[in-house]
T-cell receptor
Framework: KQEVTQIPAALSVPEGENLVLNCSFT??????LQWFRQDPGKGLTSLLL?????REQTSGRLNASLDKSSGRSTLYIAASQPGDSATYLC??????????FGSGTQLTVLP | DADVTQTPRNRITKTGKRIMLECSQT?????MYWYRQDPGLGLRLIYY???????NKGEISDGYSVSRQAQAKFSLSLESAIPNQTALYFC??????????????FGAGSRLTVL
């Protein structure tokens, strides 16, 4: 059974810092890995999706990497802003295309 | 209007009551899902449906049932609610992209409290 872990559970940084959020998974036989953002009262928004054959994906200030051999993915946020404050979740997609979610990292970017 | 709409957004009920959470979508997606989120546990899959005639149990289906009334509608029922079903419930839809990825669109969530 796939297990997805995100550490730390919460992170607070000053505005402008570059930061890395971590995601680890136990079963490397994944189809893809996705990163989501969750804002209170607004559900989840997909940020980046990395296929199993890819090493990284970029969107604006966000860069996600995937290392299947070590069972790890990272989400890099450059030049953080207060508007980046949210909970970030990663989810691994197995052969049945079902997602296993981590419990998330709650990010606070201080002005 | 939102692509995926969940009703009600908030509900407080008592143990033993029957509760229905409804989900409708305008994405035109065939696949619909119900997830539950608890603090510190991430999202867990309750049920999913790949088309109107297809219903599948997820990781935590006990105590829940679903109905896919149409391509655009997928409802979740708690026949006899219990306090440990207090959680935030999400509906999601998806359709395989050209790359084969299963990209989900989520509703805003339904917060259920069972007293």
């Amino acid at each position: 059974k796939q297990e997805v872990t995100q550490i730390p559970a919460a992170l607070s940084v000053p505005e402008g810092e570059n930061l890395v959020l971590n995601c680890s998974f136990t079963d490397s036989a994944i189809y893809n890995l996705q990163w989501f953002r969750q804002d209170p009262g607004k559900g989840l928004t997909s940020l980046l999706l990395i296929q199993s054959s890819q090493r990284e994906q970029t969107s604006g200030r966000l860069n996600a990497s995937l290392d299947k051999s070590s069972g790890r993915s990272t989400l890099y946020i450059a030049a953080s802003q207060p508007g980046d404050s949210a909970t970030y979740l990663c989810a691994a997609s197995g052969s049945a295309r079902q997602l296993t979610f981590g419990s998330g990292t709650q990010l606070t970017v201080l002005p | 209007d939102a692509d995926v709409t969940q009703t009600p957004r908030n509900r407080i009920t008592k143990t033993g009551k029957r509760i229905m959470l409804e989900c409708s979508q305008t994405k035109g997606h065939d696949r619909m899902y119900w997830y539950r989120q608890d603090p510190g546990l991430g999202l867990r899959l309750i049920y999913y449906s790949f088309d109107v005639k297809d219903i599948n149990k997820g990781e935590i289906s006990d105590g829940y049932s679903v109905s896919r009334q149409a391509q655009a509608k997928f409802s979740l029922s708690l026949e006899s609610a219990i306090p440990n079903q207090t959680a935030l419930y999400f509906c999601a839809t998806s359709d395989f992209s050209d790359s084969g990825a299963n990209v989900l669109t989520f509703g805003a969530g339904s917060r259920l409290t069972v007293l």
